[in-house]
């Protein structure tokens, strides 16, 4: 069932006010009608109950129609609603001006034409009513923009921490294939300085060590796995900051996925001192003050 629409007419001239009253119990029963005749009683009333729509008279003995709709707008239960201000007096532009600027909706002068007014008041309560359906409409848009704003941040953490987490493991792995490198070498000069039988099975156990397959941290693959998780970082990186170098593309990549400069380092095969530098060169390049965060501004790219 339709919920009853409440309507509440303000005029402290008792015929005028009666008048209204009588059209609309004659020609519009289903609205509810609130009929006062002072605009300090309104504003109590209006505190405490919901309405749809405020037919307001301009004059009101020393109380004047578009400030006591300045103060409904503040302390009304319903404070948004459509005000139609009329006055048999107060008609000039200027005093149009006045009651458009005070948030009337619609000004009607007096004496009014029952049948247009009542036009009026229905018009003004669909387009209140279109009003709230579009407001509640972004309402839901936004809350669904936000959940899926916040999936996609759950997702895109996610992805970024397993890249993370899968760089540092072939980081590992690297380190352990540099050892093996180290001995293979170890082996290679072992073997030069033994004689031909022995070098040539020393040889034939080195290319049996190759041939297991040491792994090796590739740019090209990172890069790629990187582009997956974030499109543009690359290409915003370097749009901005067109003087980085290959190297401060990389620690800056790093940075992005929130590595520390020990892992970075391990990542790069380089020392934690190269980093720091690197990270310091970058700072500058970006022009980042003493106090700028270098990982926020890659964050924000």
């Not at 005028?16 to 109590?44: M, N, W």
């Not at 532009?93 to 247009?116: C, H, M, T, Y």
Request: contains cysteine.
């Amino acid at each position: 069932m339709e919920k009853q629409r409440t309507l509440m007419l303000v005029d402290d001239q008792l015929e005028s006010l009666q008048t209204l009253v009588l059209f609309l119990d004659v020609h519009a029963p289903e609205y509810k009608i609130i009929q006062l005749r002072d605009g300090h009683k309104a504003l109590e009333v209006a505190a405490q109950k919901e309405l749809d729509l405020l037919i307001l008279d301009w004059e009101l003995g020393g109380f004047d129609g578009p400030d006591v709709l300045r103060a409904f707008r503040k302390s009304a239960l319903s404070p948004n609603i459509p005000v139609i201000i009329f006055s048999g007096k107060m008609t000039s532009l200027e005093n149009l001006k006045s009651a458009f600027d005070a948030s009337a909706i619609d000004f009607v002068r007096k004496p009014f034409d029952g049948a247009e007014l009542l036009a009026r008041v229905r018009a003004l309560l669909k387009t209140w009513d279109i009003f709230q359906e579009n407001e509640l409409l972004l309402k839901q848009l936004a809350q669904e923009q936000e959940q899926r704003f916040e999936r996609e941040k759950a997702d895109m953490e996610t992805r970024l921490d397993n890249l993370k987490q899968k760089l540092l493991a072939q980081s590992s792995m690297g380190l352990s294939d540099s050892f093996r490198i180290e001995g293979i070498r170890k082996a290679i000069d072992e073997a030069l300085r033994s004689g031909p039988d022995k070098m040539r099975q020393a040889l034939l156990d080195i290319r049996s060590e190759l041939s297991s397959g040491v792994k090796v941290v590739q740019w090209s693959d990172f890069e790629m796995q990187m582009t997956e998780v974030h499109p543009d970082f690359f290409k915003r990186l370097l749009q901005r900051y067109p003087d980085l170098t290959l190297k401060d593309v990389k620690v800056c990549s790093f940075l992005r996925l929130n590595l520390n400069t020990k892992e970075i380092a391990s990542m790069m095969s380089v020392g934690e001192q190269t980093v720091r530098q690197t990270r310091y060169r970058i700072r500058q390049k970006m022009g980042l003050g003493h106090d700028d965060s270098l990982h926020k501004a890659l964050m924000d790219i």
